[in-house]
């Protein structure tokens, strides 16, 4: 491409972004490889199947993971690509609460941005704090077996090796497009690359070879609870691997021609998550023999370390251990690059306090730099505000380990419901909707209703229960009197505090939003270009 067509195709986004109601003030240096990068390192195997396969050894074993993997993805991509239409009409860094504006109506729009935002803005919080949390524990494994990962000095290590990392990531975060995009290509290659190394690691030097037809054959149940409810929660692997994949939506303002690229960001990052992810599961599975399946799932997230140690020796496993630290590093990065964007433009609008403070690029001082290369051109305060709140987050953790599947279940609920919004006023609201340049015609409506229904069911199984609290284990020495001290510490510990937190923050969102920020928040600018024919009823809305 001639100087000239890009700097015609800069000025063509440039006027997309205008007509959407905003000027350009984030600079476009991300081309299409450097959007997927980042986009394939959020959803990163390495971050959720390696420290959560203790999870799937407990809810159904081999066989529960090898048939959910695909199934699981194959439903993603339908919500995948009905994001991927949206985005290619609406190319914003608002992302979903931009679309869920446009799409609702003048009327519904401040309300429907409103709850898509929030709920966007900490499930991203979640997501990120789970991934700062395993790099905590991939920092103590270093110091296993000196270092009782039980502890509580052991939880206090992780919570301050989790800080740190969050701290590492903002300023990684602070660097201007260009180096940004160099980042993104670097991100890609030492997820796939790091993958490769420890799963075929693993898989070479074991001495056990599980077959694929007895992995397939193999059913574990260890959670206390029925054989039904396991199978249902044996889809929380890959439902918590896939989400995250709008982050080529929150980009879209730093990416050329996004209005194509997001949609195929999306697309690569859902096939090649599928095909690593299954690559990496059948691998490590064919090692493990189901005599350890109830070791591991009782070693929680620490059963990583024990699974290296068997195959790989524990010097090679600290290596690996290291090696997952840098790959945390990089996910944390994607994840807080993408919530910088989208705290960015939902502050633009007025929608979280301190506004007028967060939406400032670099440090809202006259600080000069190369275009994309400094910080001048960058969310420096959304970060800042970032690393503050999902540092925050990680403080819980000290209590108990399963907050960690907590953390991790809420960011991807929260993050669910954001997506869930969108598609369904897409779908409900199908002959007001501006086809993009990459459009499903005639299938969005149908892919839409398939994406609803595995989101909703995805969001109940992530809220379930993981773990049965057996009481008769809690019987004091008569055989007879409960221990309720006991057992009330271990029902609390191993109790799923997703729904709680999911239910909370729905209540107190709604409660702000009736008592306060409905008298003020407008929601974001309808596009002038592409909304559709606005009826009599929705234009005395407008100018009302």
Not at 226 to 252: F, K, M, N, R
Not at 429 to 441: Q, T, V
Not at 464 to 478: G, I, K, N
Request: charge should be negative; include cysteine; charged fraction near 10%.
């Amino acid at each position: 491409m001639s100087h000239h067509d890009v700097v015609e195709a800069s000025q063509d986004d440039e006027a997309r972004l205008k007509q959407l109601g905003y000027r350009q003030e984030l600079f476009r240096a991300l081309n299409s490889f450097a959007n997927f990068g980042i986009t394939f390192t959020i959803l990163s195997e390495p971050m959720s199947v390696l420290p959560l396969i203790y999870m799937g050894l407990g809810a159904g074993g081999p066989r529960g993971m090898l048939i959910t993997w695909p199934v699981i993805s194959f439903f993603s991509a339908f919500s995948a690509a009905s994001m991927s239409e949206i985005v290619s009409t609406y190319p914003t860094s608002g992302g979903l609460y931009y679309w869920s504006a446009s799409l609702a109506g003048p009327k519904w729009a401040p309300y429907a941005s409103y709850m898509t935002g929030y709920f966007n803005f900490l499930g991203l919080s979640g997501i990120t704090a789970g991934t700062a949390y395993a790099f905590g524990q991939f920092f103590v494994n270093c110091f296993n077996p000196s270092l009782d990962p039980t502890s509580w000095t052991s939880k206090f290590v992780v919570v301050i090796a989790g800080i740190l990392s969050l701290m590492l990531s903002g300023y990684l975060c602070s660097f201007g497009s260009k180096i940004v995009a160099i980042m993104g290509k670097v991100c890609f290659w030492l997820n796939l690359f790091g993958l490769a190394i420890i799963v075929l690691s693993i898989f070479i030097t074991s001495p056990t070879k599980i077959s694929p037809g007895e992995m397939f054959n193999t059913w574990s149940n260890l959670t206390g609870l029925p054989d039904s409810w396991a199978a249902s929660i044996s889809v929380l692997l890959a439902c918590l691997t896939y989400t995250g994949y709008d982050s080529a939506a929150h980009l879209a303002e730093e990416t050329k021609n996004p209005a194509v690229q997001g949609p195929r960001s999306i697309g690569y990052a859902i096939i090649s998550t599928f095909i690593s992810g299954y690559f990496a599961l059948f691998l490590i599975l064919s090692t493990i023999d189901p005599s350890r399946f109830s070791t591991l799932y009782g070693e929680s997230s620490f059963a990583l370390m024990d699974i290296f140690a068997s195959t790989v020796g524990y010097n090679s496993g600290i290596v690996f251990n290291v090696i997952l630290m840098m790959i945390a590093i990089t996910n944390e990065f994607g994840m807080m690059l993408t919530h910088a964007r989208m705290t960015f433009a939902f502050s633009r609008d007025g929608a979280l306090p301190g506004s007028k403070w967060l939406h400032q690029l670099g440090w809202g001082d006259s600080e000069l730099g190369r275009e994309g290369v400094g910080s001048s051109q960058v969310p420096l305060r959304a970060t800042l505000a970032i690393v503050i709140i999902d540092s925050l987050i990680l403080v819980p953790s000290l209590h108990s380990a399963t907050l960690y599947t907590a953390i991790n279940s809420f960011g991807v609920i929260g993050t669910y419901l954001a997506y869930m919004v969108p598609i369904f006023l897409r779908v409900v609201r199908h002959d007001k909707f501006p086809p993009g340049p990459f459009s499903l015609g005639i299938w969005g409506v149908p892919v839409g209703i398939v994406a609803i229904l595995f989101l909703s069911f995805a969001s109940i199984a992530l809220v379930l229960p993981t773990a049965y609290t057996d009481p008769s284990a809690f019987v004091m020495a008569d055989n007879i009197t409960l221990d309720h001290d006991a057992y009330a510490s271990a029902y609390l510990t191993n109790f799923n505090w997703a729904p709680v937190v999911v239910i909370g923050v729905f209540i107190l969102a709604n409660g702000f939003w009736v008592f306060y920020a409905r008298h003020w928040f407008q929601g974001p600018p309808i596009d002038t270009e592409t909304k559709w024919q606005l009826d009599s009823t929705d234009c005395r809305d407008i100018t009302t």
